[in-house]
């Protein structure tokens, strides 16, 4: 699966999975369930993105294990940075849900990324694996 495919994958799973946690920490599908489902549905797919994206070329690059390492760093520390940020900022940020939907989608977002992630780093290894020949 390719990594266009995977992040398109990852949309179509993030946005109904944002709106749901939106509405649930809003307590109904309002106004505000939007935008907090918009921001924390943005910020947990864009990190995605960017972890698939290192995950994909590390493995094109035969670095499986850095590969990962480094998607973990982008998987972590975006949601984190902007957890960091909007609590910083506080205001409508933090009373209107968006930190708790960034949370929510973020665990939704780890559990197929990481199928993905998988699956991005099993196909490369599984096309330079070749019998060994014997002189």
Do not use: D
Not at 26 to 53: D, F, P, R, Y
Not at 78 to 104: H, N, S, Y
């Amino acid at each position: 699966m390719g990594l266009v495919v995977s992040c398109a994958l990852m949309a179509l799973v993030l946005v109904p999975a944002a709106v749901l946690v939106a509405s649930v920490s809003n307590g109904g599908l309002t106004s505000h369930a939007l935008v907090a489902a918009a921001i924390g549905g943005s910020v947990c797919w864009v990190a995605s993105c960017l972890a698939l994206s290192a995950t994909f070329f590390g493995s094109r690059l035969h670095l499986p294990v850095q590969a990962v390492l480094l998607g973990m760093l982008f998987r972590l520390g975006l949601p984190l940075m902007a957890i960091a940020l909007l609590t910083k900022l506080g205001g409508q940020f933090a009373e209107r849900g968006v930190l708790t939907t960034i949370l929510g989608v973020y665990l939704i977002a780890l559990i197929i990324e990481t199928v993905l992630a998988l699956r991005m780093t099993a196909a490369p290894m599984a096309a330079s694996a070749s019998p060994m020949k014997t002189a």
